[in-house]
């Protein structure tokens, strides 16, 4: 895993692909940028009315902009237009920059939560993808728990209503590639007893009802 802070360009990601070929390697890469745009950029939309949060100015920002229009032609081996990328990579292994590479990509938006929102369990959705990439970035995300309270992806399931926890075990155990499952409860009693049902391969992570109790900062005084 290779973490990648700032890096605007997509420089990274394109080196971490460009490993992975060379070795076969399944090397990930989590970059986190802002969508800055530049002074000068900044003075010509405000001229046309336009202010922070516009599609319009957002459109020119580094990550909209440079970020995810090059990943993505790194991987498609074509150009934001459709057109095939023209010249080809050197050294070690050369080929075709228009072949791109065996990878994929999400794109995910930090947003800033309102703290009371997130307490009283109603920003599932905004922490859906932390849940995701810690359980390996793979498969489908886990955005909706649906009127069952719970769901199964790929390598992690999540589980909401206890009162569900025969149904979303034996789904667990079914999917062999499943490798963590969340389990959202404030009691320890219920946690233990749905741990103990788990297959022994797969790892139990305790989600508090109260999300924002997941991801506070603590600090020992």
């Known amino acids: 895993m290779v973490l990648d802070f700032f890096s605007g360009s997509g420089t990274t990601a394109h080196a971490v692909m460009r490993l992975n070929k060379q070795d076969g390697g399944r090397r990930q890469c989590i970059s986190v940028t ?40 790194a991987i498609t081996g ?66 909706d728990l649906g009127e069952d309270g719970w769901d199964v992806a790929e390598t992690y399931g999540v589980l909401e209503n206890l009162d569900q926890a025969g149904d979303f075990v034996a789904r667990v155990a079914e999917a062999e590639s499943v490798k963590m499952a969340f389990i959202v409860t404030d009691d320890d009693s219920a946690f233990q007893m749905v741990c103990r049902d788990l297959p022994s391969s797969v790892l139990p992570v305790r989600l508090y009802e109260s999300y924002l109790q997941n991801f506070q900062l603590r600090g020992g005084r």
């Open 34 to 73: 802002n969508n800055e745009v530049s002074a000068e950029e900044q003075r010509g939309l405000r001229k046309r009315g336009l202010r922070p949060g516009d599609d319009d100015w957002e459109s020119q920002g580094i990550c909209d902009y440079i970020t995810k229009p090059r990943v993505t032609a």
């Open 78 to 143: 074509r150009t934001p237009q459709g057109e095939p990328i023209k010249g080809d990579y050197k050294f070690t292994d050369e080929f075709p920059m228009s072949d791109g590479f065996e990878e994929s990509a999400a794109f995910f938006t930090l947003t800033y939560e309102a703290p009371l929102s997130v307490r009283h369990n109603r920003a599932f959705e905004r922490i859906a993808p932390m849940l995701w990439m810690k359980a390996g970035s793979q498969g489908r995300v886990i955005t």
